[in-house]
């Protein structure tokens, strides 16, 4: 049959072109998918060291005895650290994570009154830092504040 036409090579050629421009944007995509799949996963092992860590610190009386016994894991007290904190590494499911911890007095006993000048509030702050990460979006940070009663007319 004379009426029957198949593809020319040149044709052929091009549908394979235009299929090969698809695949690479494919497979980019899936490259893509498995970086932001391992972010992810450091996100979220981050926010559980931090949850971890500001656990730990809630459960550290704030009394006289804490509130100046300078901050160390596990086994510090609540006296503020300096503005840059305190920074740690910690290792979790074989991914390295750096911890950092900054402790700030928010409030004074007034002068004139037992314990004057001592610390009724602190701000609390932990940041997690995946040591691979690349954005600062990477980080995780809880903030909290820790208040003791102090008793007397102010």
Known sequence: MRNDRGFTLLEAAIALVILMIIGLGIASLFAYAVGANSRADDRELAMAIAQKRMEWMRT????????????????????????AGVTETVTSAGRSYIVKTVIQDLSFVPAGVHDAGAPTVKSI??????????????????NTQRSTQVTGVY
Do not use: C, D, Y
Request: hydrophobic share 40%.
């Open 60 to 83: 550290i009386p704030f009394t006289t005895q804490t509130r100046s016994l300078a901050f160390s894991f596990p086994n510090g007290g609540l006296q503020a650290t300096s503005a």
């Open 125 to 142: 702050k932990v940041s997690v830092t995946p040591s691979v990460a690349t954005t600062a979006f990477e980080t995780v940070t809880l």
